[in-house]
């Protein structure tokens, strides 16, 4: 959590974290989608190609998320 709020992502990346800390799968799922609309909402279009690779804490963020997701299955 060592980034500066510089973009709405940011913000609400901070906010994802805390619902999968919490274990609060509803909340991370409504997250992730709002994360990911934000992330990309300025994409090119149709046929674009993401070429930026995700900071480490999305990352890390996502990767605990999925492990969540995956633990609330069982």
Do not use: C, W
């Not at 974290?17 to 994360?35: F, P």
């Not at 909402?41 to 492990?67: C, H, M, N, V, W």
């Amino acid at each position: 959590m060592a980034l500066e709020y510089k973009r709405l992502s940011d913000r609400i990346l901070f906010a994802f974290e805390l619902a999968v800390d919490q274990g609060d799968l509803t909340i991370a799922d409504h997250l992730m989608q709002a994360m990911e609309t934000a992330m990309t909402r300025s994409a090119g279009g149709k046929d674009f190609t993401e070429r930026r690779e995700l900071a480490p804490e999305y990352q890390a963020a996502i990767s605990q998320y999925e492990d969540l997701k995956a633990s609330a299955k069982n």
